[in-house]
């Protein structure tokens, strides 16, 4: 039987790890000698094509050596074909070992210039030049003892071509590969200073700007790319499954402090924060699909947008990871494209179809995300604490201690950058969010709230809402006297986005029962989040409502939310289905905060107040697209509305059109908690005719026996 074919994508080469593909041992000389050809008309090319090609930061003596042999061997091998062309004549097969080699070394070399002139890798390969430069050694080596391979009438088929082939074989057997003085100079002082961060020293700024040069990092953007390509670098060790492999640890360690040097670097040496046009998605041509590859292919089905992380579900369709995520968690258990039932939940990476979108891409200078950017990239920089060693750590105190000081002392453009440094840092890792928290960043950047440049205030309240997911993070706002300030925010900020994430902020304080309560009892605050819910953006509504629900844990929250008009806005996203406008995953929201209301007999009067309301959550369960969570609230809002509003309430519902027969197939085909609600709200109707003497509706009785017949 044979094994099942592989679920994962092949891992990513590590930077300095040379790999070739040798020629199978029956191929012709022609079709090597070919492609040899063409190979070392590539590499050969990297010497002429101007000084950012031809550049290399580090190791650069030995590497054009390399690129010099390379252009002796592109002559030597145009030398044959000029003979072989002219005589009519054959190479011989004893010629195939020598030709192996040189392919094999040339694919080697190809990847060594590759990795060592790579934008972002820079630092990584300077404190790698010794493991560099003996590749290097070995693949030049392997060049001279292939060309003493290839057979004697090759290599004198004329009398140029015996002068190039012994002039390559001298070059690369006398070539002296070590690293340049620079070079080791360079990371000398990159220890060093790593030594400082130690012991919590600030390194001398004149050192660190010595090691940027050498490596032509020359700007804050420079800076970022050189930690993208680290933080990749770390994931793909981690990710690698290594385990307790010592070497794979103390490599993760080094990866963590040169991630932190260079944010040290980027916070304190890098005034300003120049536009990136590598990072520009409007400066980069449109990519083109391939002639014989219809575009549509390339699109997920349920977004439209060009698939970055393709995968293929138990039907055989093939969808985004993340959207078709989002569709099986909402409750969906059906192909999107097909409508056929999912045997299993589990998805397969399209890694044929991810190859030829990367491709496609790369062939256009647009590079396609790492799979793991969505689901691993919040550890990247210092979630993982056992890699973050005492070098990174103590960089990373130094940074945020820069930071703060700027935030609390520096000019307007000094609080724009220092606040955007703060922003990006603190997103993702916990670690920095713990050093700002520490070094008393709440306190500035609450007084930040009240700037009149809006680009402060927004980095200010995006800082205050990635610190308030700390718990002493929200701790330290709550001492501050910091929501009353977090509140006007979401009334009077300078932009959207502040306002929207000053409305998260309150979600992450609401977490705690006794937090919740304290910000309830000020004025503003439940009817900000009420007058953003009727009047904001999709994501400030959003926002609005999961930080209203967390303040409704809070009993006493549920009159004053009433009060504040929450249940005439909630209306107001529940727009009945036949609604062009209508926002599917706002009218979800809506009905799970209705509910969490209706726990409570104040909220439910109002939604029983509110007219045509419970018309549209009946129709709302009805509804096919709706989740099974959505519908999950809706039977949870529906047994409140009885529980509170008594006899009345269950007979309206009893003569509802549709209503039954939606709970009858939710008890079928729903999920455990919502199965035992739809019983649970059965029973009341039937209970209440029973007692009235009245027989339930013929549409009620007749699901009812439909599903007892399936049952």
Not at 22 to 50: M, N, T, V
Request: net charge neutral; aromatic share 4%; glycine share 6%.
């Amino acid at each position: 039987m044979p094994p099942p074919p592989p679920t994962g994508e092949p891992k990513r080469r590590r930077l300095l790890s040379l790999m070739a593909v040798y020629p199978c041992e029956s191929i012709a000389p022609a079709p090597l000698f070919s492609s040899l050809l063409a190979l070392a008309a590539d590499l050969a090319s990297q010497g002429r094509l101007g000084p950012d090609a031809g550049a290399f930061p580090v190791l650069r003596r030995g590497l054009r050596q390399a690129v010099r042999i390379a252009g002796l061997l592109l002559a030597f091998l145009e030398e044959i074909q000029d003979v072989t062309v002219t005589k009519t004549a054959a190479l011989p097969s004893s010629a195939v070992l020598g030709l192996t080699e040189l392919h094999v070394a040339m694919q080697k070399l190809r990847f060594l210039l590759s990795d060592c002139a790579r934008r972002g890798a820079r630092l990584w390969v300077l404190v790698n030049a010794g493991l560099a430069a003996s590749e290097l050694r070995v693949i030049l080596g392997s060049v001279a003892a292939a060309m003493d391979a290839l057979p004697k009438d090759v290599v004198d088929a004329s009398v140029d071509a015996g002068e190039l082939a012994r002039l390559m074989s001298e070059h690369a057997w006398r070539a002296a590969v070590r690293p340049d003085a620079g070079d080791e100079r360079a990371a000398r002082s990159v220890r060093s200073i790593l030594e400082q961060f130690k012991s919590r020293v600030s390194p001398n700024a004149e050192d660190a700007r010595r090691v940027l040069e050498h490596i032509g990092v020359r700007s804050w953007s420079d800076c970022s790319e050189e930690i993208a390509f680290l933080e990749d670098e770390l994931r793909t060790r981690l990710d690698g499954g290594a385990g307790g492999d010592s070497s794979s640890s103390s490599d993760a360690v080094l990866i963590n402090s040169l991630m932190a040097f260079m944010v040290y670097c980027r916070v304190v040496l890098f005034d300003q924060i120049d536009a990136n046009p590598k990072a520009d998605a409007a400066s980069r041509p449109p990519a083109r699909c391939p002639d014989w590859l219809r575009p549509e292919t390339l699109q997920c089905p349920i977004t439209l947008d060009l698939m970055t992380d393709p995968v293929t579900v138990s039907t055989g369709q093939t969808y985004d990871r993340e959207s078709i995520t989002r569709w099986i968690k909402a409750g969906c258990r059906t192909c999107p494209l097909t409508g056929e039932r999912l045997r299993t939940a589990d998805v397969v990476p399209n890694a044929a179809l991810r190859g030829i979108i990367e491709r496609m891409l790369l062939s256009n200078g647009v590079s396609l995300p790492d799979r793991s950017s969505s689901g691993h990239r919040h550890g990247a920089l210092g979630d993982t604490a056992v890699a973050f060693g005492p070098a990174a750590a103590g960089a990373a105190r130094l940074a945020v201690a820069y930071i703060v000081a700027q935030i609390s002392t520096g000019s307007t453009a000094e609080r724009r950058k220092a606040t955007w440094e703060a922003r990006k840092l603190c997103k993702h890792s916990v670690f920095y969010r713990a050093c700002l928290v520490e070094a008393n960043a709440v306190p500035w950047l609450l007084c930040l709230l009240s700037s009149t440049d809006a680009s402060v205030q927004d980095n200010a309240v995006a800082c205050l809402l990635n610190l308030s997911k700390n718990p002493r993070g929200r701790a330290a706002l709550f001492e501050a006297g910091g929501v009353g300030l977090v509140v006007d925010v979401i009334n009077v900020g300078a932009m959207a986005e502040a306002r929207q994430n000053a409305a998260a902020v309150l979600f992450y304080l609401s977490s705690n029962a006794e937090h919740a309560e304290e910000i309830g009892r000020i004025p503003e605050a439940i009817p900000t989040l009420v007058q953003l819910i009727h009047d904001g953006a999709h994501r400030g509504r959003k926002n609005a409502m999961v930080s209203l629900y967390g303040l409704l844990q809070c009993a006493s929250n549920h009159c004053r939310a009433v009060a504040a008009g929450a249940v005439a806005a909630l209306a107001g996203l529940l727009l009945p289905v036949s609604v062009v406008d209508r926002d599917d995953d706002l009218a979800s929201d809506a009905v799970t905060l209705l509910a969490r209301l209706a726990e409570q007999p104040t909220g439910a009067q109002a939604v029983l107040a509110r007219p045509g309301l419970v018309a549209r959550v009946v129709e709302a369960l009805a509804t096919s697209s709706a989740s099974r969570s959505g519908k999950d609230h809706c039977v949870a809002l529906l047994v409140s509305l009885c529980r509170h509003g008594g006899d009345k309430v269950v007979a309206l519902l009893g003569r509802m059109p549709g209503l039954m027969s939606s709970l009858y197939t939710l008890v079928a085909d729903g999920s455990p908690q919502t199965c035992k609600r739809a019983r649970a709200l059965l029973n009341l109707i039937h209970r209440h005719y029973e007692m009235d003497g009245q027989p339930a509706s013929a549409a009620a009785s007749e699901a009812g026996e439909r599903v007892v017949r399936v049952l």
